[in-house]
């Protein structure tokens, strides 16, 4: 599976760092060609001459040695995939903020290709809010984030922050080349899941709207190596690990959050239920029960799909959802052209079996020039890898 693939291991300082052995067996075995490069601290946990003489090559830890300069730019091209681990609590940091302190900061800095990592560290470390902090800028920068393990530590203490076993780490890296990975390198932003528009603290306006169809999108596009950015009101739907998460409320947060970088994706989905109108007044206090009419004044809230319709860049794909209870094509073709939208993609709450809360959904997706295409009721997972494909033939 691996021949003819190169990997540059990284290795930094850790006390997994012995395990960076066993995984090197691991990818020599199954056909990989693969370099070493260390940071002075890993080398005071295994020797570096454990890893020449394994790999065959001369590992790399300085930026010179006898007078010849490393070529970290070289390097970072020759991989196709730098895979750190163990990666400690001070490489996390370091990369998170671009610091180019070593040799290794210098690889990471001027790659091309890929990178994976596999945290190792203490519990109090790795739960510390600044590592999570780190973990989710490097989520967002698009590094692939692997799991840690809950078990004995080095401190002695028992808990989160080991680093995964060198197979479980093979296994990634083998389904990392083994899967499709039609959206490397793709910056896609998915919206998800209802708006929630406060009347007073207590009291709200939102719609049923439950995720399932935003997130089983959003984790399509993760699953074929694109950097996807989830924006989505409250749901209980999980998340992927490898997704950079922005929780808003409001229609006018969800607003906000989506324009603050729109120019920079390629791929835009929307598939948030926004709500078409909030209270124009927020109460501060509870109101009290005193009439026996009560009169809410509403305001139109910004239309985020609209909006990005207007701003749309030449290479940007844009696709929305259209929800109709009646005259459903007539409306969707309405909406593709009114948003500027490529795609519509539309589901009806008529049709069994579609709609909110559910796992299944029917849709038919509309596009310029007379585009129709009608899906049978599928799992909502199954529909997701349909707009996928639609999206990649896409011109
Ligand atoms: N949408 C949006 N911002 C809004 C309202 C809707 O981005 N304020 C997006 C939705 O995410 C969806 C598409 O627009 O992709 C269509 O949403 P829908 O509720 O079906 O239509 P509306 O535009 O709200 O129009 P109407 O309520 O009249 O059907």
Redesign the pocket.
């Known amino acids: 599976m691996l021949k003819a693939k190169k990997i540059l291991l990284c290795v930094t300082g850790s006390i997994a760092a012995y395990k960076a052995v066993y995984l090197l067996r691991l990818l020599q075995r199954d056909g990989a060609s693969v370099r070493i490069v260390m940071t002075k601290e890993a080398t005071n946990f295994v020797s570096s001459l454990t890893f020449s003489t394994l790999s065959k090559e001369r590992v790399l830890i300085d930026f010179t040695e006898n007078d010849n300069w490393e070529n970290h730019a070289l390097l970072g091209r020759w991989a196709d995939l730098i895979l750190i681990a163990p990666a400690s609590c001070n490489t996390i940091a370091l990369m998170a903020h671009g610091i180019c302190n070593n040799l290794l900061q210098a690889v990471y800095l001027s790659a091309t290709c890929p990178v994976m990592l596999a945290p190792a560290m203490d519990e109090d470390m790795w739960k510390h809010p600044a590592t999570q902090r780190n973990i989710q800028q490097l989520i967002h920068d698009g590094i692939k984030v692997l799991d840690v393990a809950e078990g004995e530590l080095a401190s002695g203490l028992f808990g989160k922050g080991r680093m995964i076993e060198p197979e479980e780490v093979f296994k990634e890296v083998i389904h990392f080349f083994s899967k499709k990975e039609r959206f490397v390198g793709k910056k896609i932003l998915v919206?998800a899941g209802p708006t929630v528009e406060p009347i007073d603290p207590v009291r709200f306006i939102s719609n049923h709207s439950s995720g399932k169809m935003g997130v089983a999108i959003a984790d399509a596009f993760v699953a074929e190596g694109g950097v996807v950015t989830l924006v989505h009101g409250p749901m209980t739907e999980k998340v992927e690990k490898g997704i950079n998460e922005v929780s808003v409320q409001t229609?006018q947060e969800?607003?906000s959050s989506c324009l603050k970088e729109l120019s920079t994706f390629d791929i835009i989905v929307?598939?948030?239920?926004?709500?078409?109108y909030s209270p124009a007044e927020k109460s501060n206090e509870k109101i009290k029960k005193t009439q026996d009419f009560l009169r809410i004044d509403l305001k139109k809230?910004?239309?985020?799909?609209?909006?990005?319709g207007k701003r749309k860049k030449e290479n940007q794909i844009l696709?929305?959802?259209?929800?109709?209870t009646e005259n459903g094509v007539e409306?969707a073709l309405k909406?593709l052209d009114k948003?500027n939208a490529d795609f519509?993609i539309l589901n009806s709450l008529r049709d069994q079996g579609a709609g909110f809360g559910k796992d299944t959904n029917k849709i038919s997706i509309f596009g310029k020039k007379g585009f129709r295409k009608d899906f049978p009721l599928k799992s909502k997972r199954e529909l997701a890898y349909d707009i996928l494909n639609l999206i990649s033939q896409h011109p």
């Open positions: 919206t229609a969800m607003y929307m598939a948030a239920a926004v709500a078409d809230t910004p239309d985020i799909l609209a909006e990005a696709i929305g959802f259209a929800l109709e409306n909406k948003k519509i």
